[in-house]
T-cell receptor
Framework: GESVGLHLPTLSVQEGDNSIINCAYS??????FIWYKQESGKGPQFIID?????DKRQGQRVTVLLNKTVKHLSLQIAATQPGDSAVYFC??????????FGAGTTVTVRA | DTEVTQTPKHLVMGMTNKKSLKCEQH?????MYWYKQKAKKPPELMFV???????INESVPSRFSPECPNSSLLNLHLHALQPEDSALYLC????????????FGPGTRLTVT
């Protein structure tokens, strides 16, 4: 599968392969993290979330991994499909009931 | 109904105009948010309403004036905007302010000429 070790703004992946999108968060006090997907012309759509007392959570075709030691979050998409082409944002809750969004990764799926 | 709707979809306004953006949700959510998103950038929080009261203002210029007339509606009144205010304005809602799973609307694409 395709992956990035550090956050990169773009990711190109072959249809059917697995994708890994990485995100480094900034605040060690953050206790909640979300991945959002934003397709062109649409608002962000919730994908999956994870609390800081967990290190892994699975959804349908997606898995989120949390490494609090290095403040790293990743989203794995299994068997990437053309409909997965979008911008993916990680977001953290640094406190005071706000979400802070990361820079985003544009995923392009090649047929 | 799990949808947040926003009107209009697109808006072009001059710097002397007054216009309003509208957001509506019927999920019974008691927290509503306005975000601004520039091209290829993440959403930036502008305002948070909790139980129809403004709870967070992220130092937004006064030319943006939010209003929450009831638990389902959120408005953003615009006056004397600048070209750099051109962006996608997103509305979101969540069960309450302590719930971070926010549901976003499709946004209003604003162009200030």
């Amino acid at each position: 599968g395709e992956s990035v070790g550090l956050h990169l703004p773009t990711l190109s992946v072959q249809e059917g392969d697995n994708s890994i999108i990485n995100c480094a968060y900034s605040n060690s006090a953050s206790d909640y993290f979300i991945w959002y997907k934003q397709e062109s012309g649409k608002g962000p759509q919730f994908i999956i979330d994870i609390r800081s007392n967990m290190d892994k959570r699975q959804g349908q075709r997606v898995t989120v991994l949390l490494n609090k030691t290095v403040k790293h979050l990743s989203l794995q998409i299994a068997a990437t499909q053309p409909g997965d082409s979008a911008v993916y944002f990680c977001a953290e809750n640094p406190g005071d009931y706000k979400l802070s969004f990361g820079a985003g990764t544009t995923v392009t799926v090649r047929a | 109904d799990t949808e947040v709707t926003q009107t209009p979809k697109h808006l072009v306004m001059g710097m002397t105009n007054k216009k309003s953006l509208k957001c509506e949700q019927h999920m019974g959510h008691r927290a509503m948010y306005w975000y601004k998103q520039k091209a290829k950038k993440p959403p930036e929080l502008m305002f948070v309403y909790s139980y129809e009261k403004l709870s967070i203002n992220e130092s937004v210029p006064s030319r943006f004036s939010p209003e929450c007339p009831n638990s389902s509606l959120l408005n953003l009144h615009l006056h004397a905007l600048q070209p750099e205010d051109s962006a996608l304005y997103l509305c979101a809602s969540s069960t309450n302010r302590g719930s971070y799973e926010q549901y976003f609307g499709p946004g209003t694409r604003l162009t200030v000429t």
